[in-house]
């Protein structure tokens, strides 16, 4: 999967831009970035959103236990990768099961997009309020372009890969493919943090399960392929790729 947003959208890290500067590497445009992953990925849904950003998915070569998605509604986009363990009941917890037989539609980027525009809707609920609910493991890009909010996820466990970096044009990159936005973002790139989120609009990356924590990024070596590594403070680490 792959979620590219522009500077409009998306403020650029500090950390990953230091990250690159401290050790300078070949990168392209988001345009190419995008050309590349539909050039390498067969059949793919792929959404450009005006000038604020672009998100793609495809099929190929996905686990069965890590399926992606995507789905669309009232102007906001979702590509999701994995299982929610819990989609019933959340479901029901939304009082979603009743809207004239979605629920047998349901799957996890639907039941996202439903969730996320529900506590938007009723309060300027944070997302770690809707992510502490969701169990199993998972990764997501959700954009609503009606107030052109981001927000980006990972589930506690990581075990599903999602990787972020900066583009030559300054856009910032999601994707769960991490040669791939090497191609395109040399060492201005990191994976990201599991249990954590990045929204545009709730002060940017932060932990939903050790929302007290400080989320801090140090530099890598310079074999490692990413750039920098973040980090909760006082949690565990995954060792770096």
């Not at 990768?81 to 009743?98: F, I």
């Not at 997302?127 to 506690?156: I, Q, Y």
């Not at 399960?209 to 400080?214: D, G, Q, Y």
Request: with cysteine; charged share 20%.
């Amino acid at each position: 999967m792959l979620g590219v947003f522009s500077g409009e959208v998306v403020e650029v890290p500090a950390e990953l831009t230091a990250a690159g500067s401290r050790t300078p590497s070949p990168k392209t445009r988001a345009s190419t970035l995008v050309d590349r992953f539909l050039a390498s990925s067969g059949p793919a849904v792929s959404v450009q959103i005006a000038s604020l950003g672009h998100l793609a998915y495809s099929n190929k070569n996905q686990s069965l236990f890590r399926p992606r998605r995507f789905a669309a509604k009232e102007e906001i986009f979702c590509v999701f990768e994995g299982m929610l363990d819990n989609l019933g009941s959340l479901w029901q917890q939304y009082g979603l099961s009743s809207k004239g037989g979605a629920a047998a539609a349901a799957d996890e980027a639907v039941l996202v997009i439903e969730a996320y525009k529900a506590l938007r809707d009723r309060a300027p609920y944070p997302p770690s309020f809707m992510l502490a609910h969701l169990s199993g493991d998972f990764a997501f890009v959700l954009f609503d372009r009606s107030t052109s909010s981001l927000l980006v996820a990972s589930d506690p466990n990581g075990k599903i890969p999602l990787f972020w970096g900066i583009t030559a044009d300054g856009c910032v990159a999601f994707s769960d493919d991490v040669d791939l936005l090497k191609g395109s973002c040399g060492k201005s790139l990191a994976q990201f943090p599991q249990g954590c989120f990045y929204s545009n609009s709730h002060g940017g990356l932060r932990s939903f399960e050790n929302p007290k924590h400080r989320v801090t990024a140090i530099p890598a070596d310079e074999e490692e392929i990413c750039g920098a590594t973040f980090k909760v403070e006082g949690a565990f680490v995954a060792a770096t790729i």
